[in-house]
């Protein structure tokens, strides 16, 4: 399996697409958090600190990560994502209720949900009163939504649906890390969203966030070379999110490395306790939280 990951088609990326420098350096640490082995590498922009996995798979050798026996489900997953999915039901329509409160037409908006996997936000979208719809690579995936849902999911790519404005929210749900080029997609959905049109994006904030700390200080993870060492191409810190939402013309609204959302608390759990209070603490003292969740608009 590992070799079959090696043999993967790859190419550099040798230039930061968020400040165009090509002053660039290895990440060893992010490296080895990885688990990763050649060819692939990190790579760290000195100049704004944008990291990204260069080298890395090529755009076609991932359509065989989005399969959803591989990667949504499946021995060899990287996660049960619809099973994570229906844990976040609850996160997911909390996020609705906040687009509602900003998002012009409330909860009569057009929204794009874009990565929609098996397709548990739009449904909860539409269980709200917005216009929603999703789009996602996966046909599996796509599948699933169907069955499940009765959504039917655009297939995409993104560049397909363009023809100008007229969504008024975008919403990408750890997503924009899997790109090939955050900053052209954020571009896009620009052209995308109405005057005044609200993007929500939320991304981990991986091996930067207290809680990874902590696991890697006291060893209690030791990271194993497999598709999740690959499948984040990009990695984000709140400084760099913030700074990619205003290059590709957004106004930022609100910024966070914690959603208590995320954390419930039915049926009560002493370590989601511990952990929503942890990660609270760290989200105020430093932004030190385990994701990062920005709000911006469109001007108009």
Known sequence: FIVE?????????????????????????????????????????????????????????????YAYESYFEGQDAVESYSDVARERANHFRKRLEKIAQLAPGGVNAR??????????????????????????????????????????????????LKSGPGYDVIHMNHVLEHLQNPLETLELCNSMLNPGGLLVIEVPQQFENDVERLKYFFRLSKPVFNKYSLHHLYYFTPATLSALLERSGYRLLRISTENPDRTPLKPFSMKNLLLRYFLKLADRIHGGGNIIEVYGRKPG
Not at 21 to 30: G, P, V, W
């Open 111 to 160: 929204l794009l949900d874009i990565g929609s996997a098996t397709g548990e936000f739009v449904y909860e979208a539409v269980q709200l009163g917005f216009a929603a719809e999703g789009m996602e690579i996966s046909e599996g995936a796509r599948r699933q939504a169907k069955s499940r849902y009765g959504i039917d999911l655009l297939e995409g790519p993104l560049i397909s």
């Open 5 to 65: 990951l090696t043999l993967l088609e790859h190419e550099d990326v040798t230039q930061c697409i968020l400040c165009g420098s090509d002053d660039i350096s290895t990440d060893a640490k992010f490296r080895k958090l990885l688990a990763l082995e050649d060819p692939f590498d990190v790579q760290r922009c000195r100049q704004c600190g944008l990291g990204w996995l260069s080298p890395r798979p090529t755009q076609e050798a991932f359509g065989k990560f």
